[in-house]
């Protein structure tokens, strides 16, 4: 192994390290309710954008119908806890499963399409999906679920009097995307993700088996996806196919990864810490007009950092290294 790639891989896992350690000590000096609320759902953001980083960053086949997997999560959790009453835990890991599963039967059609073909075909499973859990009245068709909250409990994951305990698992489940992606960037399936979205013949006449990477890849990123899903579902209480199957999701979980530099190991942390709190902020601040001031400003600003930096806001940091010292 190259000895600079070495040491630039050992010091991305000390710099996560000691991030992950701030940001677990950040709830000790921050208590307003409304800043940890928009804490968890930066973390679990961030944990989205890296499992879409996986399938479509690093093999470069961009989804736009992730909120399918997050959705399957979700439900998955709650109806088993709901009609069952199996734990929101195994149905957390039951649905990451499901979803993998399902992204595998659904990359077999789909990855043999390139380009919009395959975007356009993600979106339109993905509506097929929220159309198809509107209309099914066990899972509570448009209507919905309401998960009961019984007591405070890990047992049962479920929390009324603090929100500290939702940051930590979201904290875990940002730090376990990372990890994960950290450690398939240097695995045999991160050279032949790369390979592949490179040039996916050259690929295949080195010996890279293109399709079962592309389904390597949808696995992982499903499964972690899944897992947001269930915990949003947990932590919302309530969920209906609208909030957790609308192409919003999808969209949230790209772009992060997007903004910050798709691709890369970094980029969709630092996507997800700007734009999610941007999000919230200009919502709550300027959105009560009902004129759409919010949405504005929001999409002005992102217009902005993508024109400033195509190749996303990571790019910053790797320009800074390669200035020359004086």
Not at 131 to 145: K, R
Request: proline share 4%; aromatic share 14%.
């Amino acid at each position: 192994m190259d000895k600079d790639f070495a040491a630039r891989r050992r010091r991305d896992l000390i710099v996560a390290a000691i991030l992950a350690m701030l940001a677990a000590l950040a709830p000790l000096f921050v208590k307003d309710v409304y800043v940890q609320n928009i804490m968890v759902l930066t973390l679990m953001y961030a944990a989205l954008a890296q499992s879409w980083n996986i399938l479509s960053g690093y093999c470069g086949q961009i989804s736009l119908g992730h909120a399918l997997y997050f959705g399957l999560g979700a439900y998955t959790t709650a109806l088993m806890y709901m009609k069952f009453g199996v734990l929101p835990w195994f149905g957390m890991l039951s649905g990451g499963v499901l979803s993998a599963l399902i992204a595998m039967a659904l990359g077999y059609p789909c990855f043999r399409l390139r380009g919009h073909y395959f975007v356009i075909a993600t979106i339109v499973i993905a509506e097929t999906a929220l159309l198809l859990f509107q209309n099914w009245d066990w899972a509570g068709a448009a209507l919905g679920i309401d998960i009961p909250i019984r007591h405070d409990s890990w047992l049962t994951f479920q929390f009324t009097r603090s929100k500290l305990p939702y940051f930590y698992f979201a904290l875990v489940l940002a730090c376990v995307a990372w990890v994960v992606t950290w450690w398939l960037e240097d695995s045999k399936w991160g050279y032949w993700w790369r390979a592949v979205k490179d040039n996916p013949e050259a690929a295949e006449s080195l010996g890279v088996v293109v399709f079962n990477s592309k389904m390597g890849a949808a696995a992982v990123s499903a499964f972690l996806t899944a897992i947001g899903g269930s915990f949003y579902a947990q932590f919302v209480s309530y969920i209906d196919p609208g909030s957790v199957m609308g192409f919003q999701f999808s969209l949230l979980m790209a772009l992060p990864a997007v903004v910050g530099g798709i691709g890369t190991l970094w980029g969709p942390v630092l996507g997800a810490v700007i734009l999610i709190p941007l999000t919230e902020l200009t919502r709550s601040f300027i959105g009560g007009s009902g004129r759409g001031v919010d949405l504005i400003v929001y999409g002005s600003l992102i217009v902005f950092i993508s024109l400033a930096r195509p190749q996303g806001l990571i790019g910053l940091f790797s320009r800074a290294k390669k200035v020359p010292a004086r």
